[in-house]
């Protein structure tokens, strides 16, 4: 079985606040995922890696930087937290078929 | 990218009564994962299914590709069977898109 790690599990910030979610798959998976999830818009993809140093952008980047410094961390930087960010945050990674998910992030910014 | 819709938004069961929730999309997709999502937000992988048809326990899973849809039957609902399902999609090696889910209701 897949295993996705996510932390912390809940976090709470301040607006203009500096926040780093953390990932990490023990399954020597090429591709990774960060995702927020919003009542009404389902999972929506933030940024993905394909390795240790690849950095793609998502469908909604704006207001966040990520990093994958090797081939079992990705981490998502909210470096001005503001209210909208205020999420659920999924990270997964993925062979060639399915995806395997962590079990989230809950972010409130103030 | 991928249109993904699922239908219905949401559903309300008896309980030991029969759902039947559909993912359809609007390109190609040679990858398509079912989730459930509990309550709480966990997600959990119920099939990967990009064609043809699965089974497990309650639960059946058919996607017919040239189609483009895909379907999950959940038989004889449970009460714990309450929560969001999901399903996405990929083509080749690009990116899974999501529909916006459906939310299913089972009272006792």
């Known amino acids: 079985e897949a295993a996705v790690t996510q932390s912390p599990r809940n976090k709470v910030t301040v607006t203009g606040g500096n926040v780093t979610l953390s990932c990490r798959q023990t399954?020597?998976?090429?591709?990774m995922y960060w995702y927020r999830q919003d009542t009404g818009h389902g999972l929506r993809l933030i940024h993905y890696?394909?390795?240790?140093?690849?950095?793609q952008i998502g469908d909604v980047p704006d207001g966040y930087k990520a990093t994958r410094t090797t081939q079992e961390d990705f981490f998502l930087l909210l470096e001005l937290a503001s209210p909208s960010q205020t999420s659920l945050y999924f990270c997964?990674?993925?062979?060639?078929?399915?995806?395997?998910f962590g079990p989230g992030t809950r972010l409130t910014v103030l | 990218g991928q249109q993904v819709q699922q239908s219905p938004a949401s559903l309300v069961l008896q309980e030991g009564e029969n759902a039947e929730l559909q993912c359809n999309f609007s390109?190609?997709?040679?990858?398509l994962q079912w989730f459930y999502q509990h309550p709480g937000g966990r997600l959990v992988s119920l099939f990967y299914n990009p064609s043809g048809t699965k089974h497990t326990g309650r639960l059946t899973s058919t996607t017919v590709t040239n189609e483009r849809r895909s379907s999950l039957h959940i038989s004889s609902s449970q009460t714990t069977d309450s929560g969001t399902y999901f399903c996405a999609i990929a083509t080749g090696y690009q990116n899974f898109y999501f529909g916006k889910g459906t939310s299913l209701t089972v009272i006792p």
């Open positions: 997964a990674s993925s062979d060639a078929n399915e995806q395997y």
């Open positions: 399954n020597s998976h090429n591709y």
């Open positions: 890696s394909y390795g240790a140093g690849n950095l």
């Open positions: 390109s190609t997709a040679t990858r």
